[in-house]
């Protein structure tokens, strides 16, 4: 860089729109030219040695009066920064924010320390009676069938609905042993009807049954015609 | 020697005690470690993971295979503990979980004889998570410490997957700022 260079970029640096390479490049040559140096000193420009503090000032000044601080879209974008899970253009914007934002810088400082140190408490450590107790309480004890079908009984005898499906169930089973044709017990139904039935030879219980009324509202019939008869001889004698 | 996951899965389905013994070893750890995050309670911790073992062995048949054996066994250990304690407090309702009662945390930082750097930064986090609240705990415990992924997570909490990330987004700023606050040179280069 020559001194027609550095004229020529001096209002970039004052808007910082200097990339870091040249910022450093534009700095050596101040360091090195007196007559550099002193320009900037007589435009108000940084000190060559001051010059990222003052740039760091303007940024802030900038944002102070536009969006106030970028810092809390930074801090959405830190974890997926310290995952390495951010996309391109996020993760150099989330840099550059932390080129210039020490408390930022700090925040990822920890949150990376954090990714490194928090697997380490996954385990804590137990004492050498724990395992013992694990298979006294498992292997010796009974076989994984009997604790399985225990786990799967008390399940379903706990179920809310237990005692209706138990019942529905059950009804099921008994229509089963009795209809299915197969079954010993098939005809059990048909000759519980038959016994139910009368022979044709006996007189049935409601034949008896008719008979006996018959013979009851007789007696009564009789019982109303003396009491007539009664009430009739009883005018005459008057 | 690390035998494989899978291979002692299948060896503990076929009735392996030695393998059994091995899983149990390889894994107690973690349970513990899980367990004790929400007994609070080494005691209860203890139980509680010898718990988690027993139905595990009861569910050998049913065993998640490969990557989803871990969720699947903290999810065993996550469920029964908040079953137990639903259970304690049910019973002894004057019964409050105390974060006095967690792991023992040096409340200074220890000369070297006393204490090994890594136990005192182990400390240290405990402290910082205490601070948080138990949503951000849990998430921290499931996500930057027994290293689930996010759709895991999401599944065992029930969560849409969004709302997960941005949970565990949260806990993690606040657990730095906790950090910090506790130790400033906590993170430095």
Known sequence: MNCRDFESRLEALLDGRLDPATRQTYLSHARDCTACSELLTVVGGPTPDGVDEYLARLTSAVLENTIGSACGQAREYLPDHTDQTLDTVNRELVELHLDGCAECRRLSATLVALRRELPKLAEMPLDGQFTQAVLAATVTREPRWKSWWRDQWSGWVQRPRFAMEAAYVGLLVVMLVLGAFSTPLAALPQKGVQLMQPEPDTPSVWTNTQESLGTFWEWVASLFEKAESNQESKKETL | ?189
């Not at chain 2, 389905?13 to 149990?24: F, H, I, M, P």
């Not at chain 2, 909490?157 to 906790?178: C, D, M, N, Q, Y």
Request: charged share 35%.
């Open chain 2, 1 to 189: 020697m690390d035998l494989e996951l899978q291979t002692l899965l299948d060896r503990c389905r076929q009735g392996d005690d030695l393998a059994w013994e091995a899983l149990v070893r390889r894994y107690q750890g973690r349970v513990f470690a899980v367990t004790m995050h929400y007994m609070r309670d080494r005691e209860e911790a203890r139980d509680m993971a010898q718990e988690t073992f027993i139905k595990l062995y009861r569910k050998l048949d049913s065993l998640r295979d490969g990557e989803a054996f871990l969720p699947w066994l903290i999810r065993l250990a996550r469920n029964g503990s908040i079953d137990r304690l639903r259970r304690l407090k049910t019973r002894t309702p004057e019964r409050s979980v105390s974060v006095d009662e967690g792991p023992e945390i040096p409340a200074r930082r220890p000369t070297p004889e006393e204490n090994s750097l890594e136990r005192w930064r182990a400390g240290l986090l405990h402290r910082a998570l205490d601070g948080l609240s138990e949503q951000s705990q849990e998430i921290i415990q499931l996500k930057d410490i027994q290293e689930l992924k996010l759709g895991q997570i999401a599944d065992l909490l029930a969560l849409p997957l969004g709302t997960v990330k941005s949970r565990s987004h949260r806990a993690r700023i606040e657990l730095a700022e906790a950090i910090q606050e506790l130790d400033p040179s906590f993170g430095a280069p």
